[in-house]
Each structure stands twice: as C-alpha cells, then as structure tokens.
C-alpha cells in the first residue's frame, strides 16, 4: 500500500494511468475497510476510507497532498500549491450557478497521531483501522483521522460529484493545522479568489461556528548532572494510565484528568513522607491532546518501601473517585526496578515536583462577555525527563490576546524559577466573531429549511484556521460547521454516522444556495 501511495509523486499526465492506479487504489482499500465504506453517505465515507490510508502526520502530510494531486488529475480539476504547501483544487460552477459567487471551501489535511500505550501501530507507514459500532466509525486503539479528515472527505465528494448543484470551487487543502497552524499563517496571499469561505472544521453538527480561540507554544527546557544511587536506595516505576484524554481545546472544560498533574501531585504526596529523587519522566504527547499516561522512575530508601505502596494504594482510591464520573479507567501501578538508574538529587527534584504542580493546567478564565465560554486555558501537555535532559510542553490558549500574553507569563515565570530556558513559538491569533455575517444568515435559513429548528452560533474555545486565513483575505466571510466528532485527538476519537449524514444534507444544501456575485 505505501507503495502505490508513494507512486502518486511520479506519475505523469497520462489518464490512463492515473486512472488505472486510482481505481486499483480504491479497490485494495474497499477490500480493507468494506465496512466503513458502504455507510451512507457512500460519496464521502469511501473517500474517508481512502484518505485514512494515507500517512498525515503534522509536518509531514506530503503523501497526502500527493494523493489529493492524484485524485484531482483523475478527476481532471485544475490544482495548485503555494511556497508551504498548501493545495488548491478548482473547480468550475455547475451550469444552473455559474452567476454565483465563488466558493472556498476548507479543511487541513494533518491529523493527530495519539495511540494506546499497549496498541503497536506505525502512524508513518499504516492506514488507519476503523470499524463500525452502532452509530459510530471508530479506530482500533489509535486517533481516528475525522479532525478533519471528514472535511476532506466531503470536499472530495463534491469535488468529484456529477450531480451537486455548487458555485466555482476553490477547495483549500492546508497543512499541519495541529502543530503551528503553518499552512495558514503561511497562505500565499494570492492563490484565492473566493470571498465566502466554509470551514468544515466544527464538531458538533446543530452548530455554527464564527469564532475561535488564538493559542501559542511554551516550552521549556533544563539540563541536569546526574547522580548515582546509594547502595539504599531502590528505584521504582510508577505508572498512571487509563485515562480518557481528549481535545486539549474543546474539552478542556469537563474536568478530564490530566496524566501529568495527577503525576505530579501523587509525587508531591510522597515527598511529604520521606526523601525522593527523580530518574526519569515520561508523560503525556501531543501538546493539543490532554494527556492520558504519565510515568515516572523515582528512587528512594529501601526502608520506605511500604510507606510507598500505602501511599500508591491510597492514592489510587483517591484519584479513582475523584475522577469516577470522566476518567472511570485510570489505573495506578508501580514497579521495583533492579536497574542502578542515575538520578537528580533532592534538592531538584523538590523544585521540580512543587513547578509542575504549580504550573496552571486547565482553564484559568472564563469569558466576561460569552456565557459559559472558556476565554483561557493551558494543557501542560508533555513532560520528558531523559537522562538529564528535562522538556516540558505547554499549549496555552485563548480568546483575548492579554489574557494569552498574561498566562504565559505566569507559566515561563514558574519555570524560569528552576533554571529552565523557556521559549514561545506557533503563536496565532484568535478568529474575531462576526454576527453580521451575510455567509451566517444565509447558513441559518439552510439550517432552519431542512430541519426546522435554530443552530446554535458559537464562538469556541479551540483553534481553526479561520482567523489567521482572514488576515491574509480580510473581505472573506467565513463560517465553521461539520458533523459530530466526540473524543477528538485522543484514541477514543469517534464520528457519528447520523451526524455525518445530516451534514452532507447541510453542506449540499449551503452549495445550492451561494448568493449571486456582486457587482
């Protein structure tokens, strides 16, 4: 399969071929994924089906740029790529609209690549195992690929439809949404023409979205000399899984166990007994994922041994209903490990507990002006301790530019205490509301027409690309909706197959009704 895939990049403009491997792709894959396939609608599921089986990590989404060049040159649509590389596929108005405006419509083609620990899945070089479960296309123990590979999916389906009634077509493909919006920031300026722009990035079908928030990356980094273990001292491995994880944005506001935290917190515990050090720290992943697993290597005297897993059994009934109605799965265990593993001393390991525990982690503010909106957060997304080399991870978020300035502050503050270099980087800014928005009224009427009841228009607390596309097209108009996604960056990632239906209803409606150009 990685073979065929890799083909795309060197094929030459001949029909016959592109065609012919286009189709023996698709065979191969309904093969593989026959289930997910024949779910209605068809037209995008057997496009989610073939895209899955792309490799789209963030950073590295080339294989599915590749593979959306190859379906536009079966389908024979004109494409372009900026300096990033982005993709554009174009294509011309049916003959009943070719007096409307033109159409941008958007999705990013990366997804997040979280797994369970005991799953073994290569991101780089397998497909995405999905099956179906009632209402449900889930994944086998990995993230899922509908953020937003669903959006793609629809896109392709109009793009390849025969029968949709649509304007001119400008789909926007942009890459490594999840880690940097680098496609967006780095949008050419002149590669659109369309001034009405549909996102279909939104994860809650009875909703329409018009705002966002803006986040940015913290990161810090520490270097430590290590030490060797007395002849008393025993080294052990604790290890906190079984959590749910989730969208480190959209979630962020249910109270979901973060790994880390609850880590740190269980060592702060222990410290208040007898003397620990830190060997080793491996928590979390992706920094817009809530982390679900966290471990740790500590060493300490052997005559704590008990006083330890007292403190592990208790903590473990603590936690487990402390987090009963989120996180009904967390697990807590540990490990005496014969290995001599080198160490921090005390001293460090002290300050470190007390900075990660006092580093904010969840929401800090809510909105003043949108009921129930969280304006700021933070995930403490990842912390990495490797042979003395320290790395921890933040994404900090919100809909107010000071109040992101302010929290960051708080948080390099904390850290900068221990001596760790923090730096900021992949800041972008949120996506300013429109209520006034002509795209909006015109999507609501659609909304109302087909299922006689009013979305809901939102401003959320995630990231979409809206907001920083509208600063290179500032007189484009621009709205989010999409089907409904639960557990989104996290293995538990799921989409509704309903859902999914009523959007393409929604979406193909929109389609139908773009207004007139203007003169």
């Known amino acids: 399969m990685q073979k065929l895939i890799l083909i795309f990049s060197y094929l030459n403009n001949t029909n016959e071929i592109i065609n012919l491997l286009f189709v023996n792709f698709v065979k191969i894959r309904l093969i593989m994924s026959q289930e997910v396939s024949n779910v209605e609608p068809t037209e995008v599921w057997k496009n989610f089906v073939l895209l899955n089986q792309v490799p789209r990590p963030s950073k590295k989404e080339e294989r599915a740029i590749e593979f959306l060049i190859s379906f536009a040159k079966k389908n024979n649509l004109e494409y372009k790529q900026d300096e990033i590389g982005n993709l554009v596929i174009t294509k011309e108005a049916t003959s009943e609209m070719t007096t409307c405006q033109t ?29 179906v479960d009632g209402d449900w296309v889930k994944a086998k123990g990995t993230t899922l690929g509908a953020d937003n590979g669903l959006g793609v999916a629809a896109i392709m389906a109009v793009l390849e439809s025969k029968e949709i009634s649509h304007p001119k077509i400008e789909a926007l493909f942009t890459i490594d949404e999840e880690t940097g919006m680098t496609g967006a920031l780095n949008l050419s300026d002149s590669i659109l023409s369309g001034k009405i722009l549909l996102n279909l990035d939104t994860e809650e079908d009875d909703e329409i ?13 520490r270097s430590y000399i290590l030490n060797d273990l007395s002849n008393d001292e025993v080294c052990v491995q604790i290890l ?7 969208h480190s944005g959209a979630e962020i506001h249910k109270g979901l166990g973060n790994s880390n935290k609850i880590l740190f917190e269980i060592l702060n515990e222990i410290i208040n007994h007898f003397k620990i050090s830190i060997c080793s720290i491996n928590g ?10 966290s471990s740790t290597v500590i060493s300490f005297s052997k005559d704590n ?13 603590k936690y487990k209903t402390k987090f009963k109605d989120t996180d009904s799965n967390l697990n807590l265990e540990f490990q005496i490990l014969n290995d001599k593993i080198k160490q921090l001393n005390n001293k460090e390991s002290v300050e470190l507990i007390d900075a990660i525990n006092n580093c904010p982690n969840g929401v800090f503010e809510m909105s003043k002006s949108i009921d129930g909106l969280v304006e700021t957060s933070n995930n403490l997304a990842n912390i990495k301790l490797i042979e003395g080399e320290l790395k ?8 107010s530019e000071d109040s992101k300035a302010k929290l960051s502050k708080v948080i390099s503050n904390i850290f900068e ?9 992949g800041g972008y800014p949120g996506w300013e509301p429109n209520i006034n928005s002509k795209t909006l009224k015109e999507v609501k009427n659609s909304y109302i027409k087909l299922f006689s009841s009013e979305p809901k228009v939102n401003v959320i607390h995630a990231g979409l690309e809206c907001g920083i596309i509208g600063s290179h097209y500032p007189d484009m108009d621009m709205i989010s909706f999409g089907p409904t996604i639960l557990g989104a ?22 389609l139908a009704n773009i207004p007139q150009k203007v003169d």
């Open 103 to 131: 159409v941008v419509l958007q999705s990013h083609v990366d997804m997040v690549h979280e797994k369970n620990n005991e799953v073994e899945f290569d991101f780089l070089n397998s497909g995405i195992k999905m099956y």
């Open 209 to 221: 979205c018009i705002g966002c928030a803006g986040g940015i990356d913290i990161t810090m980094n």
């Open 240 to 246: 906190l899984n079984g959590l749910t994880g989730g």
């Open 284 to 293: 979390g992943g992706l920094r817009n994922a809530i982390p679900r697993e």
């Open 305 to 317: 041994i008990n006083l330890f897993e007292q403190i592990i059994k208790k903590s473990l009934q």
């Open 392 to 399: 921890i991870m933040c994404l900090t978020r919100s809909s």
């Open 417 to 425: 205490d221990i001596s760790c270099d923090c730096t900021f980087s």
């Open 489 to 510: 960056h996290s293995p538990d990632e799921k989409a509704s197959i309903s859902s999914t239906q009523k959007f393409w209803r929604f979406f193909t409606e929109i």
